[in-house]
Nanobody, 115 residues
Framework: QVQLVESGGGLVQPGGSLRLSCAAS????????MGWYRQAPGKDRDLVAR???????SYADSVKGRFTISRDNAKTPMYLQMNSLKPEDTAVYYC?????????WGQGTQVTVSS
């Protein structure tokens, strides 16, 4: 089993930065894929970024060059550094992990980009 807890969301002005954290507990040493999705009101949940054990990362085209996903090791949180934020980045951000072929989700954290 895996438990995920996000933190770091909030209100920020356009052009600003936020860093989201995702702390994992449980079978943390078997989490080979982790990442972030986001869901804006009335829209589907979309993949933002993911990281595979070994450090390979991938990003949605809409956030490339602005967002950075990182995780140093199995014992440290996963982070999503978000820079140059835009109003269209406003959404609930969900941390996820894949363990034994199953997706596990955090509770979500709200990110609002507005002046």
């Amino acid at each position: 089993q895996v438990q995920l807890v996000e933190s770091g969301g909030g209100l920020v002005q356009p052009g600003g930065s936020l860093r989201l954290s995702c702390a994992a507990s449980g079978s943390i040493f078997s989490l080979n894929v982790m990442g972030w999705y986001r869901q804006a009101p009335g829209k589907d949940r979309d993949l933002v970024a993911r990281i595979i054990s070994g450090g390979t990362t991938s990003y949605a085209d809409s956030v490339k060059g602005r967002f950075t996903i990182s995780r140093d090791n199995a014992k440290t949180p996963m982070y999503l550094q978000m820079n140059s934020l835009k109003p269209e980045d406003t959404a609930v951000y969900y941390c996820y992990a894949i363990y034994s072929g199953r997706y596990y989700w955090g509770q979500g954290t709200q990110v609002t980009v507005s002046s």
